[in-house]
C-alpha cells in the first residue's frame, strides 16, 4: 500500500483492473453486442431477410397465428405467438408438443419438445424455415454465464469481476482531482501520456454508464449472491414461493378439465390489454389448454414502453375471453426499484437512439479497460528494459493483451463466417458456431503468448478487420439482403449489421496499418513507443 489516500488509491485502481481486465473486456464486448441480439439474430438467419414484412394490425396478425396453431397443434397443452415488432419483423407461432406425440428435434428421454414457425404477419404464409443459430443471444449469455463451464460457477466468476470493476471505478474517481479536464485532455504522439489520455477520456466520458452498468450487473444476480435471506423467510424447501409472489406466474395447480370448448377470439383481448396500457402493443400471447373449458390467454406487453424490466401482463378466460382477476405481485418499492435497476441493465426500454448511446458508451467500456491493460505494460516496460530483459510478468501480459483486444474482435468475426459457412443440416449446428469462435480465440491467445510482440497485434488486427470489413460481402452471397437491397427495402435491422462490421473492419485495419508506419522501439515487445518518468504521470492525475 502507498502513502497518501491518493496514492493508495492509484494502486488499487491499477491492481484491481489489471488482475480481471481480460475477463472484463470479453463482458464488456460481449456485453455491448448484446444491446442489438435481436439484430444479430436476424442477421444470421438470412432465410428471413428477404421475406416482406407489411405492416398489419395485431389482430391480423394474431388471427394467422391461431389458424395456423389450431392446424398443426390443435391438441397441444400450450400455444406461444410472439407478435412482430420492428427489431424482428416475423410473427412466431409455437407451441408444446402433446405428451406421446414423436418430436423429431427432442432428445430421448428429454421434455416435451418446443415447436414454432415463422409466418409473415401479413399473410399468415410459412416462412423458409431460418438455419439453427444462437444468434445474438449467444453473446448475451456469453456476457454472464460464460461458457463450457458450470452457470453457477461463470456467475460467481463474473460477479467477483464485477466488483473489481466497481472498485476500480471508484478508486479512479479518487485518484482524479480533475475529471472534467481530462474530459478534453488527449496528447496524441505523446507515447505513454497518450496512452493515459486515451483512458481517462473513455472512462470520463461514459463514467455516468460505467458506475450504472457495473452496479446494476451485480444487482441482476443478487438474489443468488445473497439467498439468505430469502432462506430465512421462505425456508429452504419453498424457493420458488418467493419468485412466485415477487414476478407472478402461471398456477401451479392448473390442469385441463378435458373438456372440448371452443377458444374465444383473441383480438378483442389484445385490444383491451392495450387500452390498459394505454397504447402499448402486446408483444407475447400465451394460451395455456388451448380448445379446453379450462383455457387461459395470457398477454405480455411488448418491451421498450417502461424502464423497468418487469413487463406488465394480464389474463383471461380462454372461453368467454374476460379479465381473470390476478393478486398483486412484486408492487412493493423494493421490486419496483429492482426491475428499474434490471432494466437499466438490459436496456430494452430503449428507443433507436438510446440503444445507440448505450452500444457506444459500451464501447467506451471496451476502450477504457483495453488501454488501462496496455497502460500497465507500458509502464512496466522501462524497468525491464534497464534489466536488459523482458520478465515473465510482462511477457505474459503482453500476450494475454493480444489474445483478449486482438484475439476476441477477430473471434467474433469468425463466428459470423461460421454461421453462412456451416451447412444448414449440420446436427448441433449452433453447437459448431460456437466451436469455432472458441476454436479461433484459442488460436490467436495462444500464438499471442508465443509472439507477444508488434507483428502479433499487426496480423490479428489485419485479420479481424478482413474478416468483418467481408461480412457485407459474404452476406450477399450467401443468400442474405446485401446492403442495396436492405437499405431499399428498410430493412435496417441487415442494413444496420452490415454498415457496422463494415465501420469496426475498417477501424482494425487502420489500427494494424498504423501499427506498421511506427518506428519499433529497441526494447519494446507491444505498441507504445515512448514513455515518461512515472513520476510526472502520477502529476497529471493527482
Known amino acids: 500500500m502507498k502513502e497518501g489516500i491518493r496514492q493508495s488509491m492509484a494502486w488499487l485502481h491499477t491492481w484491481s483492473g489489471l488482475l480481471v481486465g481480460w475477463v472484463l473486456f470479453m463482458v464488456f464486448a460481449a456485453g455491448t453486442a448484446s444491446y442489438f441480439r435481436d439484430e444479430i439474430?436476424?442477421?444470421?438467419?438470412?432465410?428471413?431477410?428477404?421475406?416482406?414484412?407489411?405492416?398489419?394490425?395485431?389482430?391480423?396478425?394474431?388471427?394467422h397465428a391461431v389458424d395456423t396453431l389450431q392446424d398443426k397443434a390443435p391438441h397441444s397443452p400450450r400455444w406461444f405467438i410472439t407478435m412482430p415488432a420492428g427489431r424482428e419483423p416475423a410473427l412466431r407461432a409455437g407451441?408444446?408438443?402433446?405428451?406421446?406425440?414423436?418430436?423429431?428435434?427432442?432428445?430421448?428421454?428429454?421434455?416435451?419438445g418446443v415447436k414454432s414457425v415463422m409466418l409473415d404477419p401479413a399473410t399468415g404464409a410459412e416462412l423458409s424455415t431460418p438455419r439453427e443459430t444462437r444468434g445474438g443471444d449467444f453473446f448475451y449469455r456469453l456476457h454472464f454465464d460464460l461458457h463450457y463451464m458450470p452457470v453457477l460457477w461463470a456467475r460467481w466468476i463474473v460477479g467477483a469481476c464485477a466488483m473489481f470493476m466497481l472498485v476500480a471505478i471508484l478508486s479512479g474517481i479518487v485518484t482524479h482531482k480533475r475529471i472534467f479536464k481530462d474530459f478534453?485532455?488527449?496528447?496524441?504522439?505523446?507515447?505513454?501520456r497518450s496512452w493515459l489520455d486515451f483512458h481517462n477520456v473513455s472512462a470520463v466520458l461514459a463514467l455516468p454508464y460505467h458506475l450504472m452498468i457495473t452496479y446494476t450487473g451485480l444487482l441482476t444476480l443478487m438474489f443468488m449472491y445473497f439467498p439468505q435471506g430469502i432462506e430465512a423467510a421462505y425456508k429452504e424447501d419453498k424457493p420458488d414461493t418467493f419468485f412466485a409472489e415477487l414476478f407472478g406466474g402461471p398456477l401451479a395447480d392448473a390442469e385441463a378439465a378435458r373438456v372440448k370448448a371452443?377458444?374465444?377470439?383473441?383480438?378483442?383481448?389484445?385490444?383491451?390489454?392495450?387500452?390498459?396500457?394505454?397504447?402499448?402493443?402486446?408483444?407475447?400471447?400465451?394460451?395455456?389448454?388451448?380448445?379446453?373449458?379450462?383455457?387461459?390467454?395470457?398477454?405480455?406487453?411488448?418491451?421498450?414502453?417502461?424502464?423497468?424490466?418487469?413487463v406488465p401482463s394480464l389474463t383471461f378466460n380462454g372461453v368467454t375471453g374476460s379479465l381473470v382477476p390476478r393478486p398483486e405481485t412484486g408492487k412493493g418499492a423494493a421490486a419496483a426499484t429492482r426491475g428499474v435497476m434490471v432494466g437499466l441493465h438490459i436496456a430494452r426500454f430503449a428507443d433507436p437512439l438510446a440503444r445507440w448511446l448505450f452500444f457506444i458508451s459500451g464501447l467506451a467500456g471496451c476502450a477504457m479497460v483495453a488501454t488501462g491493460l496496455l497502460l500497465w505494460a507500458v509502464k512496466e516496460r522501462p524497468k525491464h528494459a534497464k534489466a536488459g530483459r523482458t520478465g515473465f510478468g510482462l511477457r505474459l501480459v503482453d500476450g494475454l493483451n493480444i489474445g483478449a483486444v486482438a484475439g476476441l474482435p477477430l473471434a467474433m468475426a469468425v463466428f459470423f463466417w461460421a454461421n453462412r459457412l456451416i451447412e444448414t443440416g449440420t446436427l448441433q449446428r449452433p453447437d459448431a458456431e460456437i466451436r469455432w469462435f472458441f476454436t479461433a480465440w484459442c488460436i490467436a491467445a495462444i500464438a499471442a503468448l508465443a509472439k507477444p510482440g508488434r507483428p502479433m497485434w499487426r496480423l490479428q488486427l489485419l485479420l479481424g478487420g478482413l474478416a468483418f470489413v467481408l461480412l457485407p460481402l459474404l452476406n450477399g452471397m450467401t443468400g442474405g439482403a446485401h446492403l442495396g437491397t436492405s437499405i431499399a427495402h428498410g430493412l435496417w435491422p441487415v442494413a444496420g449489421f452490415d454498415i457496422v462490421t463494415l465501420l469496426l473492419g475498417a477501424f482494425l485495419l487502420y489500427c494494424s496499418h498504423y501499427l506498421g508506419k511506427r518506428k519499433k522501439a529497441p526494447q519494446a515487445a507491444g505498441i507504445p513507443l515512448k514513455t515518461e518518468p512515472e513520476s510526472r504521470l502520477a502529476g497529471s492525475n493527482a
Open 262 to 310: 371452443p377458444l374465444a377470439p383473441l383480438g378483442p383481448m389484445v385490444e383491451q390489454a392495450s387500452r390498459a396500457w394505454h397504447g402499448a402493443p402486446a408483444g407475447r400471447v400465451t394460451v395455456d389448454f388451448p380448445n379446453d373449458a379450462n383455457a387461459t390467454v395470457t398477454i405480455t406487453q411488448q418491451t421498450g414502453h417502461g424502464i423497468s424490466s418487469e
Open 41 to 63: 439474430t436476424l442477421w444470421m438467419k438470412p432465410e428471413l431477410h428477404t421475406a416482406a414484412h407489411a405492416q398489419v394490425p395485431q389482430a391480423v396478425a394474431l388471427a
Open 95 to 112: 407451441y408444446t408438443a402433446p405428451r406421446g406425440e414423436n418430436s423429431g428435434g427432442q432428445k430421448k428421454g428429454g421434455r416435451r
Open 184 to 192: 478534453f485532455t488527449f496528447r496524441p504522439r505523446k507515447g505513454q
